[in-house]
């Protein structure tokens, strides 16, 4: 069974502040896909790494592909109070997205 | 370009009723994919479809079913409804694998009362 273990569960920080999200497996995945999801609405893509040791950026938000492809991180520097929201990471395999268990973070002003 | 769109919104239903939800996904989209979110079990997936036919199953009920049309539209059912299959149901489309990304609908929110 593939699994994605993500961490930490829950974030609360001060604005300005830098922060990372972990997300880990023992799986090889074709690519690591991580999400933002506002309550009540369907998680809104952020980025795709797809080939091993890739890294991102997104303005403020890095992300980052493990060499063996199976973890991949995301940080966030000098977090803003509109970077409330629950972060997703999830791995594609065979059709289907296997999402880990979320991070929930909050940016107070 | 438009999103997915998914209807209803909200649907409260009894339990032993059956529910039908539908996901019209991105013009040119082939790929449609639904999964259930939880509280408890976060978002897990459902089944996939790519030009009407089943590429992938979860680890659900066979009380769990769906099906694609011709222009991608989708369905899912869900007969003899139980209390826990109260939950948001999102539709998510892409081109094809999905390798790339997927974007997802705004999900229809069942109560089962």
């Known amino acids: 069974t593939q699994l994605l273990e993500q961490s930490p569960q829950f974030l609360s920080i001060q604005e300005g502040e830098n922060l990372t999200v972990y997300c880990n497996s023992s799986?090889?995945?074709?690519?690591l896909q991580w999400y933002r999801q506002e309550p009540g609405e369907g998680p809104v893509l952020l980025v795709t790494v797809v080939t091993g040791g890739e890294v991102k950026k997104l303005k403020r938000l890095t992300f980052q592909f493990g060499d063996a492809r199976k973890d991949s991180s995301l940080h966030i520097t000098a977090a803003q109070p509109g970077d409330t929201g629950l972060y997703l990471c999830a791995g594609d395999s065979s059709y289907k997205l296997i999402f880990g268990s979320g991070t929930r973070l909050l940016v107070r002003p | 370009k438009a999103g997915v769109t998914q209807t209803p919104r909200y649907l409260i239903k009894t339990r032993g009723q059956q529910v039908t939800l539908s996901c019209s996904p991105i013009s040119g989209h082939r790929s449609v994919s639904w999964y259930q979110q939880t509280p408890g079990q976060g978002l897990q997936f459902l089944f996939e479809y790519f030009s009407e036919t089943q590429r992938n199953k979860g680890n659900f009920p066979g009380r769990f079913s769906g099906r694609q049309f011709s222009n991608s539209r989708s369905e899912m059912n869900v007969s003899t409804l139980e209390l826990g299959d109260s939950a948001l149901y999102l539709c998510?489309?892409?081109?094809?694998?999905?390798?790339?990304?997927?974007?997802f609908g705004s999900g229809t929110r069942l109560t089962v009362v």
């Open positions: 799986s090889v995945f074709s690519s």
């Open positions: 998510a489309s892409s081109t094809d694998r999905g390798a790339y990304g997927y974007t």
